[in-house]
């Protein structure tokens, strides 16, 4: 079993940046493949971004490419999500997910533990 606990939301302007986290509980999180998704009112949740158990290998939606970074630290079971250059449409509530299937998916429903969300509106 994974909990997951998504912190650092918040409101920004346009052009700001925001880190999001995600700390793990569990004694598999370094086994984890990781992902962020996101759902903005009104939308279907999509994918953000994927990172591999280790660290190595990451996968990005391609309007968040160049703009957003995932990174993890296994030493302090966490996830993070850089974002930079926020745009209005960014404004969503913010996803942390684990799935234990070693590779990366873009499928929410290939993730198997997700976290409750912290919500990041950008202003213009």
């Known amino acids: 079993q994974v909990q997951l606990v998504e912190s650092g939301g918040g409101l920004v302007l346009a052009g700001d940046s925001l880190r999001l986290s995600c700390a793990a509980s569990?004694?598999?999180?370094?086994?984890?493949?990781m992902g962020w998704f996101r759902q903005a009112p009104g939308k279907d949740r999509e994918f953000v971004a994927g990172?591999?158990?280790?660290?190595?290998?990451?996968d990005y939606a391609d309007s968040m490419k160049g703009r957003f970074t995932i990174s993890r630290d296994n030493a302090k079971s966490t996830v993070y999500l850089q974002m930079n250059s926020l745009k209005p449409e960014d404004t969503a509530v913010y996803y942390c997910?684990?799935?234990?299937?070693?590779?990366?998916?873009?499928?929410?429903?290939?993730?198997?533990?997700w976290g409750q969300g912290t919500q990041v509106i950008v202003s213009s």
């Open positions: 569990g004694r598999t999180f370094s086994r984890n493949f």
């Open positions: 990172i591999s158990s280790g660290g190595v290998n990451t």
């Open positions: 997910a684990a799935r234990t299937i070693s590779y990366i998916s873009r499928r929410s429903n290939d993730y198997d533990f």
